[in-house]
Nanobody, 119 residues
Framework: QVQVVESGGGLVQPGGSLRLSCAAS????????MGWYRQAPGKQRELVATITRGGSTNYADSVKGRFTISGDNAKNTVYLQMNSLKPEDTAVYYCKVDHVRFGVRRDDWGQGTQVTVSS
């Protein structure tokens, strides 16, 4: 049983910045990758950014150049630095942990953290 906890969401003005954090804990497991996804009202959940344990990253086109994903393997933690925020970035942001426990690979999700970009 792996706990996934996001933090750092909030209300910011357009052009502002936020940094989201996601920590995975709760036992012995190995992480393959972690990522951020978001879901805006009336829309499907979409990929924002992912990072593998080796540091390979992937971004949605809509956030390239503005968002940066990074990780701390020792802490089983991933971050999402969001700069130049736009109103269309408003969504609930979810953290996904791709991991293996006792030979079983699965994804676990956090509860989400709200990001609102508004003037």
């Amino acid at each position: 049983q792996v706990q996934v906890v996001e933090s750092g969401g909030g209300l910011v003005q357009p052009g502002g910045s936020l940094r989201l954090s996601c920590a995975a804990s709760g036992g012995i497991f190995s992480i393959y990758a972690m990522g951020w996804y978001r879901q805006a009202p009336g829309k499907q959940r979409e990929l924002v950014a992912t990072i593998t344990r080796g540091g390979s990253t992937n971004y949605a086109d809509s956030v390239k150049g503005r968002f940066t994903i990074s990780g701390d393997n020792a802490k089983n933690t991933v971050y999402l630095q969001m700069n130049s925020l736009k109103p269309e970035d408003t969504a609930v942001y979810y953290c996904k942990v791709d991991h293996v426990r006792f030979g079983v690979r699965r994804d676990d999700w956090g509860q989400g953290t709200q990001v609102t970009v508004s003037s």
